[in-house]
């Protein structure tokens, strides 16, 4: 196989958001988080387990409002250093009930009524309630807590839970980014002595990055629509899948070209990769990873933005769903069931994005013909139709007839969309062939 076509091959491989084995890539994520932390000089973290975007917007505030609560330390104080046996577990099940009524459904209480989290997701807080409960009973089995706890003083919980970032003057995203940089520079130093082959290999690198790129703002759009506060707590997180495309690249290279490339690679780097196999997203506070899981889908177009035409897009562990077309999240029966689209329901859609999605699962050429599109003009080559739409640029289209007969003897209609500046039907299809209206004049048609 040509190492173009190899390239080729691996490309979409590549770009794997979605998880396999949630019990093997808990194992990879506790030992790369440790290893992480370890090489920072610093003691291993308790891993905290979300199971959605949905979660990790709400459960470590959820988590960290508890060690707030009234009903704390009967919990703490009495289950933190006990051995864990039945009885441990019969006390935190009596603790956890204190401390869910005392402190827990408030907190979820406001949660819900200062952003949009409530309002679409409401479904989803039976297993927030449940991954809350299990994930505290985890914590408090590790004996990490009261290390957390200290660096926490109840006082200032609120102010200055996000300030407890694993490396206080950058992000866990800036991070990456500097790590990135270095293994980029390797990468670019290898391909000075493969000339030929990193020629073939850049036009790919170019569309891995833009995946990439494509599937972070999709993943952006979705927690911005969930409201500032729940957005302003995840931009601590960093997206590892989507956060690590240059290691991809160099996988990519070390594949296909020199499989003794990047001997100097960081340790650091590699436990990140390891990470970013084994989780969505994290965030790193001092002595506490927050870990998204993996969806079990995570569809995406070519450009990297979420997207299937059959279904959801995005589907988590708890029941989290997501419905894209093109990166634009739509509701399930916009995808499921399109035929329920209506002329009326396009027409009076005010976002001008979701009004093209609309038209788009309806039918460009068949909205042409149900919303009574106006006709432009008509010659031999075919009708160019033109259909105003408020608050973005017209639809225009040219039905072309098939010169070749249908079975039964009958010529098709074609719809071809053009720009909305085109006047004529003949300027239309000449340009649909790349052609200046007066350069195209064929002698045959197919």
């Given at each position: 196989m040509?190492?173009?076509?190899?390239?080729?091959?691996?490309?979409?491989?590549?770009?794997?958001?979605?998880?396999?084995n949630r019990t093997g890539q808990r194992a990879i994520a506790e030992a790369a988080a440790s290893r992480i932390y370890d090489l920072l000089g610093r003691p291993a973290p308790a891993l905290i387990w979300c199971q959605s975007l949905y979660q990790m917007a709400t459960l470590p505030s959820l988590l960290i409002g508890l060690f707030f609560s009234d009903a704390w330390q009967i919990v703490s104080c009495a289950l933190s250093d006990r051995y864990v046996d039945e009885a441990w577990e019969r006390d935190f099940d009596e603790g956890w009930s204190e401390l869910w009524a005392h402190g827990g459904q408030q907190l979820l209480r406001g949660m819900k009524g200062s952003s949009r989290v409530g309002q679409q997701y409401w479904q989803l807080e039976p297993t927030l309630f449940q991954q809350c409960r299990q994930e505290l009973a985890n914590w408090l089995k590790s004996g990490k807590v009261h290390a957390f706890e200290q660096t926490l003083p109840k006082e200032t919980i609120y102010r200055k839970f996000w300030a407890l970032q694993l490396w206080h003057l950058n992000s866990v995203q800036d991070?990456?980014?500097?790590?990135?940089?270095?293994?980029?520079?390797q990468l670019f130093e290898e391909g000075r002595f493969f000339e030929g082959q990193f020629q073939q290999f850049l036009p790919y690198q170019?569309?891995?990055?833009?995946?990439?790129?494509?599937?972070?703002?999709?993943?952006?759009?979705?927690?911005?629509?969930?409201g500032a506060e729940p957005a302003n707590q995840l931009k601590h997180c960093a997206w590892l899948p989507m956060s690590l495309p240059v290691e991809a690249l160099c996988q990519i290279w070390m594949d296909r070209v020199h499989a003794q490339a990047f001997k100097d690679c960081a340790a650091e780097i590699?436990?990140?990769?390891?990470?970013?196999?084994?989780?969505?997203?994290?965030?790193?506070?001092?002595?506490?990873?927050?870990?998204?899981?993996?969806?079990?889908?995570?569809?995406?177009?070519?450009?990297?933005?979420?997207?299937?035409?059959?279904?959801?897009s995005l589907v988590f562990a708890d029941g989290f769903v997501e419905h894209s077309w093109h990166g634009v999240s739509v509701e399930a029966r916009i995808i499921e069931q399109p035929e329920s689209i209506t002329i009326d329901e396009i027409d009076s859609m005010q976002n001008a994005e979701l009004r093209r999605v609309l038209i788009e699962r309806y039918g460009q050429a068949r909205y042409l013909q149900d919303s009574g599109a106006q006709e432009m003009q008509k010659d031999d080559f075919g009708t160019l139709y033109k259909k105003e739409i408020p608050g973005d640029e017209p639809l225009v289209m040219v039905k072309v007839v098939n010169s070749s007969p249908e079975p039964d003897g009958s010529f098709k209609d074609y719809f071809l969309r053009v720009p909305p500046d085109i006047e004529t039907a003949q300027r239309a299809v000449a340009w649909t062939f790349g052609f200046e209206e007066d350069d195209y004049l064929p002698l045959n048609e197919s």
């Open positions: 040509a190492l173009a076509e190899s390239f080729e091959k691996d490309l979409r491989s590549r770009v794997e958001f979605s998880g396999g991070r990456l980014r500097i790590l990135s940089a270095r293994l980029s520079e170019e569309r891995l990055m833009d995946l990439y790129a494509g599937a972070s703002t999709s993943m952006g759009a979705i927690i911005n629509r969930m590699i436990a990140w990769n390891r990470l970013a196999q084994s989780t969505l997203g994290v965030i790193c506070l001092e002595h506490v990873v927050f870990a998204c899981e993996k969806p079990s889908v995570f569809s995406v177009d070519e450009g990297g933005r979420l997207h299937n035409a059959l279904g959801p």
